[in-house]
């Protein structure tokens, strides 16, 4: 497989990206989700939005792939900070700086603006985005997310699911993907486990960092409720979500799309937290609709 892999600098990091088709077409940028590489974006669904005419890019965020890692940062103290302790150690980095980093990418890239979509941690970040750098975003897509850690929260198999020991070789990093994948994947859609694996070999060999997605993992646990702030925005927005969604569960969605005025709910039956095969049409036809309303309004090409 050919490595199409760039490295853009961001402030103080460098960002790995890629970009899929013509560099003339209006700009679609994937933000993907907590502990997952760009390559949690699949190639074909990429190309296949491509297709349609954007310049669709995909990149690893901080802490993860061929990004910029943190490592002298350490471990954080995952469990008291979702306890509350008053004792335990900030973080070194919130969803704000993720957001940041993403504003920084654009600016790498020559890049004005972007239609923005999401997924789970992404859409966090797409949100802050949204909410912090305006016109940065042509539109907002935010999938199976939320605007806050008190809606949407998971089930406690699919919290137990993200805590599994951390894989020591390639192997197991394949048998602790289908395990989690199997609680927290569509109930009404088959498992690719092929695939899986074919991401789990590839994730572990480009960088696995178990302490950088505790990082990524805390950055959320700490960032404050966006709630307020989608209230104010006037950003095209679509939010999809899976009905059967055990680890961001459905009121995520809903409470996203009711606190961002005009935006629209997409819930899809039998879809868990990841991106099935068999739903790449109804999701690519969702995104291209949405951001090709959006280029027609003036305000998104801003």
Not at 148 to 158: D, H, I
Not at 207 to 219: L, W, Y
Request: overall charge negative.
């Amino acid at each position: 497989m050919t490595d199409r892999t760039q490295r853009a600098p961001v402030g103080d990091l460098e960002i790995a990206y890629e970009t899929f088709g013509d560099s003339g077409d209006p700009p679609l940028l994937l933000v993907m989700g907590l502990a997952t590489q760009m390559l949690g974006w699949d190639e074909r669904f990429c190309t296949l939005l491509a297709d349609h005419g954007f310049l669709v890019i995909r990149f690893d965020n901080r802490d993860i792939g061929l990004s910029t890692h943190f490592a002298d940062a350490g471990v954080p103290d995952v469990g008291a900070l979702l306890g509350g302790s008053a004792n335990a150690a900030a973080p070194p980095y919130t969803l704000v700086d993720m957001a940041r980093d993403t504003d920084g990418l654009l600016d790498a890239l020559g890049l004005e603006s972007a239609h923005v979509v999401g997924a789970s941690m992404g859409g966090m970040i797409a949100q802050q985005l949204a909410i912090g750098h305006r016109r940065r975003v042509r539109s907002l897509t935010s999938i199976m997310s939320t605007p806050s850690r008190e809606v949407g929260q998971a089930r406690p198999e699919a919290m137990a699911a993200l805590f599994l020991p951390p894989p020591a070789d390639s192997d197991q990093a394949v048998e602790r993907s289908h395990q989690v994948y199997r609680v927290i994947g569509s109930p009404g859609y088959p498992l690719d486990e092929p695939r899986l694996a074919e991401v789990a070999r590839r994730s572990f060999a480009r960088g696995h960092d178990p302490a950088g997605v505790a990082r990524q993992f805390s950055a959320i646990v700490v960032s404050p409720d966006r709630t307020p702030g989608l209230r104010e925005l006037d950003v095209p927005t679509l939010v999809i979500h899976g009905e059967d969604d055990p680890l961001v569960q459905v009121d995520g969605g809903r409470a996203t799309a009711d606190a961002v005025p005009g935006s629209r709910l997409v819930v899809i039956p039998g879809m868990g937290h990841n991106l099935p095969e068999p739903l790449w049409p109804r999701l690519v036809e969702e995104i291209v609709t949405h951001a090709r309303s959006a280029e027609r309004t003036p305000a998104a090409r801003l």
